[in-house]
C-alpha cells in the first residue's frame, strides 16, 4: 500500500521560514517524479514545485519562484519543501503528490498518488 505522509507544517509570520517533508513508502520512491501542489479555502487544487526522479531538474510555479525549494533524498524515500519569505497568500493545504515518468508536471491530473497533506497558515 503506498502512501505519502506530509508533515512540517504550521503557522508562521509573513517572510517567515517552513520546511515540509513527505515521506513515502511503498512504492519504488527514485521511479517517481515528486510535486507539491496546495489548496487554500474556496480554490482550486494548485502547483507549486516538482522534481524529476534523479533532482537533476525542478519545476515551480511563478508564484514561489525564487522563495521555495524542492529537492529529495532518494535514499531516505523523502520530498522535502523549503518555503522562505512566505506571505499571506501562501496559506494553504500543502499535499505532496507522486507521478510516473513522463508525466506533465504541472498537471494534477497527472499524479498517480497523494499524501493527506499538511496545513501552512502564514499570518501578516
Known amino acids: 500500500q503506498v502512501q505519502l505522509a506530509e508533515s512540517g507544517g504550521g503557522l508562521v509570520q509573513a517572510g517567515d521560514s517552513l520546511r515540509l517533508s513527505c515521506a513515502a513508502s511503498?512504492?519504488?520512491?527514485?521511479?517517481?517524479?515528486m510535486g507539491w501542489f496546495r489548496q487554500a479555502p474556496g480554490k482550486e487544487r494548485e502547483f507549486v514545485a516538482a522534481?524529476?526522479?534523479?533532482?537533476?531538474?525542478?519545476y515551480y510555479a511563478d508564484s514561489v519562484k525564487g522563495r521555495f525549494t524542492i529537492s529529495r533524498d532518494n535514499a531516505k524515500n523523502t520530498v522535502y519543501l523549503q518555503m522562505n519569505s512566505l506571505k499571506p497568500e501562501d496559506t494553504a493545504v500543502y499535499y505532496c503528490?507522486?507521478?510516473?515518468?513522463?508525466?506533465?508536471?504541472?498537471?494534477?491530473?497527472?499524479?498517480?498518488?497523494w499524501g493527506q497533506g499538511t496545513q501552512v497558515t502564514v499570518s501578516s
Open positions: 503528490a507522486a507521478a510516473r515518468y513522463g508525466a506533465t508536471v504541472y498537471r494534477s491530473a497527472s499524479y498517480v498518488y
Open positions: 511503498g512504492l519504488t520512491f527514485s521511479s517517481y517524479v
Open positions: 522534481i524529476s526522479r534523479s533532482d537533476a531538474n525542478t
